[in-house]
């Protein structure tokens, strides 16, 4: 199986930060990877697929970049609905397996 | 706008099986490019995908549940199901059906059901 690892596990930041998360595959994904945002008691958000194609609906403050084991995910201008576990995923090959998520927490 | 519903049992006993079923609305389960996951979450635990199903019924399991998973589709109904054989407290979840697209060069779960909350328990 491809391990997904994601640094850090939790990070505290305010309104209006710029912050970043990494994300490392074992094995090359190429671009097959996928980032979400999941809030307590809510199903997973698709905020970033393909590496770096925002999906329809997602704030332009999200971007995604990287390709084969390296990605980031960056939020520019935290907002306070931003508060949040972030997970990402790939997709290259079966099984899909998810990072051990980044929580967001307000400094 | 595709929605997803999970329904079934909240309480399975150790050794039986589990089985949910999640309803399409607002999109055809037949659509092409597009195929049919099951994922759960432990609590305080990230996601793990379970298995995908096909419109063709074709289907791909995680390894580490293979021996134990069955999906299938009911395409009159726009729904699809899965079963888990001889469940133990380690089942405990909350599972969310997802749907999947295959883009140029990419590969997501679009939309996802609200989840349910399994327990494992005599």
């Known amino acids: 199986d491809i391990q997904m690892t994601q640094s850090p596990s939790s990070l505290s930041a305010s309104v209006g930060d710029r912050v970043t998360i990494a994300c490392r595959a074992s094995?090359?994904?190429?671009?097959?990877l996928n980032w979400y945002q999941q809030k307590p008691l809510k199903a997973p958000k698709l905020l970033i697929y393909g590496a770096s194609s925002l999906q329809i609906g997602v704030p332009s403050r999200f971007s995604g970049s990287g390709s084969g084991t390296d990605f980031t995910l960056t939020i520019n201008s935290l907002q306070p609905e931003d508060f949040a576990t972030y997970y990402c995923q790939q997709t290259y090959t079966s099984p899909f397996t998810f990072g051990g998520g980044t929580k967001v927490e307000f400094k | 706008q595709v929605q997803l519903q999970e329904s079934g049992p909240g309480l399975v006993k150790p050794s039986q099986t589990l089985s949910l079923t999640c309803t399409v609305t607002s999109g055809s389960i037949s659509s092409a490019n597009y195929y049919w996951n099951w994922i759960r979450q432990p609590a305080g635990k990230g996601p793990e995908w379970i298995g995908r199903?096909?419109?063709?019924?074709?289907?791909n399991y995680n390894p580490s549940l293979k021996s134990r998973v069955t999906m299938s589709l009911d395409t009159s109904k726009n729904q699809f199901s899965l079963k888990l054989s001889s469940v133990t407290a380690a089942d405990t979840a909350v599972y969310y059906c997802?749907?999947?697209?295959?883009?140029?060069?990419?590969?997501?779960?679009?939309?996802w059901g609200q989840g349910t909350l399994v327990t494992v328990s005599s």
């Open positions: 199903i096909y419109t063709s019924g074709s289907t």
């Open positions: 997802a749907r999947g697209w295959t883009g140029l060069r990419s590969d997501c779960f679009d939309y």
């Open positions: 094995q090359t994904i190429h671009s097959y």
